[in-house]
């Protein structure tokens, strides 16, 4: 897939749209910045049919601390504790 870039601007902030750029073993992915906020997603496909009765699909959801400042502990203690309830229910 060739890199593709779209950018504009909306209420004043750059949202950028990058297609092919990262993650160039999937099939297909995007890199969707807006101000702050940085979102890759993936797609990884098969070409085999399944035959299982139901759609498999998995969705991780990480929110770490330090990515907003924060570092809960001391240098001791693991930076990241287990997912919290909301990630843990985010993921479902």
Avoid: C, H
Avoid at 64 to 82: D, L, N, P, T
Wanted: hydrophobic fraction near 40%.
């Amino acid at each position: 897939m060739s890199e593709k870039i779209f950018k504009t601007e909306i209420d004043g902030k750059e949202l950028s749209i990058e297609l092919g750029t990262l993650a160039q073993q999937a099939n297909g992915s995007a890199l969707v910045r807006y101000g702050q906020t940085v979102v890759l997603a993936t797609v990884v496909m098969i070409d085999q049919l399944s035959t299982k009765s139901y759609f498999p699909l998995t969705v991780d959801y990480e929110e770490r601390f330090y990515a907003a400042g924060k570092i809960k502990g001391s240098r001791w203690i693991k930076r990241e504790g287990r997912p919290t309830d909301e990630a843990i229910l985010l993921a479902d």
